[in-house]
């Protein structure tokens, strides 16, 4: 797996990465399938009074591309939205995988009446 973190106007310190991995942790236990993490920490300077933290993630799976992203005003709470926002996203791509299991043709049930009859 291919872990990647990078921050737009604002260094990367070793506490928000550890604060990153160890939210992931989630990620991972609910799929372990991730071929790529990509996830971006950025600072928006609008005035003096008002800084907002955006962070946003692409995660690779197989088959698929997940985005999600954050906006608040600290960027440790931007990442458990975040977070947050990708669990979801993953437990319902993982649902979708499981539940894709559909019954043959041969197997059902041939005493059903049928229209042309």
């Known amino acids: 797996m291919n872990f990647t973190i990078s921050g737009h106007h604002l260094d990367v310190t070793p506490a ?3 604060h990153v991995l160890s939210k992931l942790e989630r990620i991972k236990r609910h ?3 991730v071929i790529d ?3 971006i920490l ?3 300077k609008i005035t003096e009074k008002e800084k907002r ?3 946003e993630i692409n995660l690779r799976v197989k088959g ?3 985005h999600a992203e954050s906006i608040a005003h600290d960027l440790y709470a931007a990442i458990d939205l975040l977070i947050d926002k990708l669990d979801r996203q993953v437990i319902k791509y993982k649902d979708k995988l499981q539940n ?3 019954s043959a043709i ?3 049930p041939e005493d059903l009446p049928s229209a042309a009859a």
């Open 42 to 44: 950025t600072v928006d």
């Open 106 to 108: 041969k197997h059902i």
């Open 64 to 66: 698929k591309d997940l």
């Open 53 to 55: 933290q955006k962070a």
């Open 31 to 33: 799929f372990d399938q």
């Open 100 to 102: 894709h299991q559909h």
């Open 16 to 18: 928000i990465r550890e």
């Open 37 to 39: 993490i990509s996830v």
